[in-house]
């Protein structure tokens, strides 16, 4: 049996981010032996995630992940207990791990997702491992993907709780790796975030929200005392608005407002020599 130095409980605590006191108290047990001290803390770590499961998760963190590429995308919302672990830079790598896992395997719902193979073990498996590492609570709340024949660019605002991946049409594959692409995909990605359209393009809107709408907009035109004669160009100059505030591509450019996102594209394509548009985009917002 070898001895149970500081030195080699110090080694553990670096090898796993497990407390002192655990690592100490796995290596009594694994006489010493640091290989299966690992084990046994695997093991302990389980049974704890197992108590945890129970716990709150109203903190954690968005990760979004793209192939190289360019053609496969996913978004993933991590939660974890507190603010502390979400905004820990190794729980929110393991959030991007995940999103490439979305990625690759492509499951059909969470069920399936804690299936998919991740690190020569299942995400289920290296969650629990995870919930072991931080002493808290974890869950994958929801994730998207979404895949492309043309370019994918993807945004995360730096509190970790905001993010979303643009698809854009592209005529030439070398445009997607130019820098005067990129930098436009990740305007649009972050207008996306900052003002928070309902679609890319306004035939993408659901018609009963638009049906909603106008339904409010005829309200007003009535109450505004205004001959019924005059109540459809109310409404349709109202309709304009709302179509300018919640399409993505109707929007003014909030780095340059005397243009649209649109008109922006048409730029970018003029400059690169292509034909670019904007299709369509997932966002995440945490908590939704």
Request: charged residues 30%; proline residues 2%; glycine residues 6%.
């Amino acid at each position: 049996m070898a001895k149970v130095t500081a030195a080699l409980v110090k080694q553990l605590r670096e090898m796993t981010d497990s407390p002192m006191m655990e690592c100490k108290k796995a290596l009594v047990e694994a006489e010493g032996d640091i290989e299966k001290a690992v084990d046994v803390l695997r093991t302990m770590g389980l049974a704890k995630a197992i108590k945890r499961a129970g716990r709150d998760t109203n903190e954690g963190t968005i990760a979004a992940y793209i192939t190289e590429d360019g053609k496969v995308g996913a978004l993933v919302e991590l939660t974890c207990e507190t603010d502390f672990v979400g905004t820990n830079a190794k729980f929110r790598a393991f959030a991007m791990d995940l999103a490439k896992v979305v990625a690759e395997c492509n499951p059909a719902d969470l069920d399936a997702f804690m299936a998919c193979p991740m690190n020569g073990n299942t995400v289920d498996a290296e969650l629990k491992e995870n919930i072991h590492v931080f002493g808290e609570n974890q869950k994958v709340n929801r994730f998207a993907r979404i895949e492309t024949d043309g370019a994918l660019v993807s945004y995360i605002h730096h509190d970790g709780k905001h993010a979303d991946i643009v698809e854009f049409a592209i005529g030439k594959p070398e445009t997607a790796a130019s820098d005067a692409f990129q930098t436009f995909g990740r305007d649009v990605a972050m207008q996306v975030i900052a003002m928070n359209p309902i679609s890319a393009k306004r035939e993408d809107i659901p018609e009963d929200v638009v049906e909603h709408e106008k339904s409010i907009y005829r309200a007003q035109a009535a109450e505004s005392g205004r001959p019924e004669k005059f109540w459809d160009g109310i409404i349709n100059g109202r309709l304009k608005k709302f179509y300018q505030e919640s399409t993505l591509t109707e929007q003014a450019f909030v780095k340059d407002s005397n243009m649209t996102v649109a008109e922006l594209a048409e730029k970018v394509s003029k400059d690169l020599d292509d034909d670019i548009k904007v299709v369509t985009f997932i966002r995440f917002n945490f908590g939704e």
